[in-house]
């Protein structure tokens, strides 16, 4: 029981630490954008004549005009008439704070309540829903069975984590992955262009960028730390061979994925990295022109190379990767982690 | 391995919650060095150079660091065996533990596999960072 309230004091504190981070770097974000020179300058901008739109209406000789007029009653008009516009952080937090304190107190009331209507004590909600759930579907036994199962105590020694740090990058890069999908372009007219956008309008854009810049880098290097521990330790020897083999296909599927997402930023490094590394395939003997034009989609890099490497990036080696893990983990589970010395 | 001959002779510790908990602290340190590499992006992005021009080559084109060893290989030596030898070093890679199948726990075991390794590791670091200065 004790240590329950230890885990909540430490929910609670990371909780309010995370809040108090948000709110800083957001305020850094506000301070770092345009507005900061705009309130800096020594010439203030005018204050936007808000009631000009109304002229504007007026001008038009099509009643049925596409500007949709202003709400009669701006709910803040004296904000974007002197500035006082705080955007969108201000008020998210304000509702954030006030509206879950209010939740408090109106859970708080209800418990009381109930508690002194029915005169038993306070069932919590989650083990409520924990009920609801098993009532219908019955699955806290066999789930009990799976969370419950007996893992060696080397399993939790350092040089066990690389491969769970792998995993665990591959998902931060579907995240900031689909991120950056939002805004980019596979075109070569529109790629470059797009990129640019997101690393200088988007809100943290170039943060997630780099996130997925280095994540990627990060991956690999951890992939090949994890295929050497196992190679070291002999964990691939039987009857584990088929987890190598899968680890393997899992090294070329993540190389894959670096070198199908560097081509994408269609810069000039970019570009010419990428003729490079498939002129590598260029060279084996027989099949070596096969593989090029297999590569590139053709003799050279063009808009169909990249169009096919963005669909390879963002769908075929995410939904392989996806299924090489799962049967990778399956294995791990079934036949556990090989002994150290 | 069967639970039954785990539990003679290890201990154990159920998978939940304590190798989930280790899993867990793996994660938020992950975690901390993933937004320390965001917040750095922030202030320093990762930028772009020139917009693409297939039309002119720029004097230093190389790959992708992954790449950059087999890309250093190949200038050295016969094309075709610069290219076939990978291949068949990823083919050898992926049916190694069909080869090497003795179950051998001894300590001279792990220090070859252990020299094995770190030869292989440390040629391919050489040729990177050669490629990378040359």
Same mark, same amino acid.
């Given at each position: 029981m004790k240590k329950y309230y230890r885990w909540r004091r430490g929910i609670i504190t990371?909780?309010?630490?995370?809040?108090?981070?948000?709110?800083?770097?957001?305020?850094?974000?506000?301070?770092?954008?345009?507005?900061?020179?705009?309130?800096e300058s020594d010439t203030p901008v005018a204050p936007y004549d808000w009631t000009s739109i109304n002229a504007l209406i007026a001008e038009t000789d099509d009643p049925a005009s596409s500007i949709t007029p202003p709400p009669a009653t701006d709910p803040c008009l004296h904000c974007h008439i002197q500035g006082e516009n705080k955007g969108l952080w201000t008020p998210l937090t304000r509702w954030a704070l006030?509206?879950?304190?209010?939740?408090?107190?109106v859970l708080g009331v209800y418990r009381s309540a109930t508690v002194w209507k029915t005169r038993k004590p306070w069932k919590p909600f989650t083990q409520r829903s924990v009920e609801w759930v098993d009532e219908r579907y019955e699955i806290s036994e066999p789930m009990t069975k799976i969370l419950k199962k007996p893992v060696p105590k080397y399993a939790t020694r350092w040089f066990y984590c690389l491969g769970g740090i792998t995993a665990f990058l591959f998902v931060v890069q579907g995240v900031t992955g689909i991120m950056l999908a939002f805004y980019y372009k596979p075109t070569p007219e529109a790629a470059f262009a797009s990129i640019q956008f997101i690393e200088s309008q988007v809100r943290f854009g170039s943060a997630i960028r780099m996130v997925h810049h280095w994540a990627a880098n990060g991956m690999i290097v951890m992939c090949i730390a994890h295929m050497l521990r196992v190679f070291i330790m002999g964990a691939y020897k039987p009857p584990r061979e088929l987890n190598w083999v899968s680890g393997v296909v899992l090294l070329l599927v993540t190389l894959g994925f670096g070198?199908?997402?560097?081509?994408?930023?269609?810069?000039?490094?970019?570009?010419?990295?990428t003729t490079v590394a498939t002129e590598i395939a260029g060279a084996l003997p027989v099949?070596?022109?096969?593989?090029?034009?297999?590569?590139?989609?053709?003799?050279?890099?063009?808009?169909?190379?990249?169009?096919?490497?963005?669909?390879?990036?963002?769908?075929?080696?995410?939904?392989?990767?996806?299924?090489?893990?799962?049967?990778?983990?399956?294995m791990i589970r079934r036949q556990g982690v090989a002994k150290p010395l | 391995?069967?639970?039954?001959?785990?539990?003679?002779?290890?201990?154990?510790?159920?998978?939940?919650?304590?190798?989930?908990?280790?899993?867990?602290?793996?994660?938020?340190?992950?975690?901390?060095?993933?937004?320390?590499?965001?917040?750095?992006?922030?202030?320093?992005?990762?930028?772009?150079?020139?917009?693409?021009?297939?039309?002119?080559?720029?004097?230093?084109?190389?790959?992708? *660091?992954?790449?950059?060893?087999?890309?250093?290989?190949?200038?050295?030596? $016969?094309?075709?065996?610069?290219?076939?030898?990978?291949?068949?070093?990823?083919?050898?890679?992926?049916? *190694? $533990?069909?080869?090497?199948?003795?179950?051998?726990?001894?300590?001279?075991?792990?220090?070859?596999r252990f020299i094995i390794a770190g030869v292989i590791i440390i040629i391919v670091i050489a040729l990177t960072i050669w490629g990378e200065v040359g």
């Open positions: 990371s909780i309010l630490v995370s809040v108090v981070l948000l709110v800083v770097i957001t305020s850094m974000a506000h301070a770092n954008s345009a507005t900061r020179a705009q309130r006030f509206g879950s304190l209010g939740l408090v107190f070198l199908t997402g560097y081509l994408l930023p269609w810069d000039q490094t970019a570009y010419w990295a099949v070596g022109d096969l593989a090029l034009v297999f590569l590139r989609m053709g003799w050279n890099i063009t808009a169909v190379t990249l169009g096919r490497f963005y669909a390879l990036h963002i769908l075929i080696l995410p939904i392989l990767t996806l299924v090489l893990m799962l049967g990778h983990f399956l | 391995m069967s639970e039954a001959e785990l539990n003679n002779q290890e201990e154990t510790i159920p998978f939940y919650p304590d190798h989930v908990k280790t899993e867990f602290y793996v994660v938020i340190g992950t975690t901390v060095v993933v937004m320390i590499v965001g917040l750095i992006g922030l202030f320093m992005p990762v930028g772009l150079g020139e917009p693409a021009d297939p039309m002119n080559t720029p004097a230093h084109a190389k790959p992708e *660091w992954y790449f950059l060893f087999l890309y250093q290989l190949l200038k050295y030596i $016969p094309k075709s065996a610069g290219a076939v030898g990978p291949v068949l070093a990823m083919i050898l890679i992926t049916i *190694w $533990p069909f080869i090497d199948r003795k179950p051998d726990k001894s300590r001279r075991a792990y220090r070859s």
